[in-house]
């Protein structure tokens, strides 16, 4: 397979991963990569299609069928689920909600894990995700492990959502980022850990701008 440079980012939700990977991929010229958006696609298409989690047979055909891209169009990323734009339906309440369980089946993780190294074959990327360091590419030359506490992952992710005109308590926030943090810790397969060579970066106390300048500078030091 040929690998180019792959700069893995994992971390739990509302960390930042998102946000500060793609300031580093423009800065540095890197493929942008959001491995949580084919989770997503995943998840909208059983959600669609009314798949049941434990019907593995029609899992199987829905995973042979199933054609998601990631593409860069002018100023921002979208994702296309058969040719559909879904990249604002896969943010949606309903698929936050459903995702853990789906990112839970053994066959879909294999199946993204796959699709996730044909993407970067060949380029040189930054990808981010849970399982990126550990999983997807155990050899990376660069791993970053990206963390904040609960309290302040909430935080940022109510600005957010305000800023979008989404309601959603701090509570109810709180309550979900610790749910989900759990589900993807205590996962049976590829569970979210920081690999023993990814460098550690507490952001809780950081700026946006700081933390993307101390993970370009990693990367331009190797
Ligand atoms: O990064 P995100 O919040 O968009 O990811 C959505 C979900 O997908 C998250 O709850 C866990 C799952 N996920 C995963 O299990 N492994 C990855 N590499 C990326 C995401």
Do not use: H, W
Request: proline fraction near 2%; hydrophobic fraction near 35%; charge should be negative.
């Amino acid at each position: 397979m040929g690998v180019g440079m792959v700069v893995a980012v994992d971390g739990p939700a509302g960390s930042g991963k998102g946000t500060i990977t793609k300031l580093v991929a423009q800065k540095l010229g890197l493929v942008y990569i959001d491995t949580g958006a084919l989770y997503r696609c995943i998840t909208l298409y059983m959600i669609r299609n009314k798949i049941d989690l434990k019907d593995i047979d029609k899992i199987q055909k829905m995973l042979e069928n199933i054609n998601i891209e990631l593409k860069k169009e002018e100023d921002s990323d979208k994702v296309y689920l058969n040719g559909e734009d879904v990249s604002i339906k896969i943010r949606e309440k309903e698929v936050n909600e459903f995702i853990p369980q789906v990112s839970n089946i053994v066959e879909i993780r294999e199946n993204i894990t796959n699709l996730s190294r044909k993407i970067a074959e060949g380029k040189e990327v930054i990808m981010e995700g849970r399982d990126i360091g550990t999983n997807v590419f155990p050899n990376a030359k660069i791993k970053i492990y990206l963390d904040a506490t609960p309290e302040e992952r909430a935080n940022r992710r109510l600005k957010q959502n305000e800023q979008e005109g989404i309601e959603i308590s701090y509570e109810d926030i709180l309550e979900n980022i610790k749910f989900r943090d759990n589900n993807d810790k205590t996962r049976k397969i590829a569970p979210l850990k920081q690999a023993e060579d990814a460098i550690y970066i507490d952001s809780t106390n950081m700026t946006i701008e700081e933390v993307t300048e101390r993970i370009v500078k990693i990367i331009k030091e190797k």
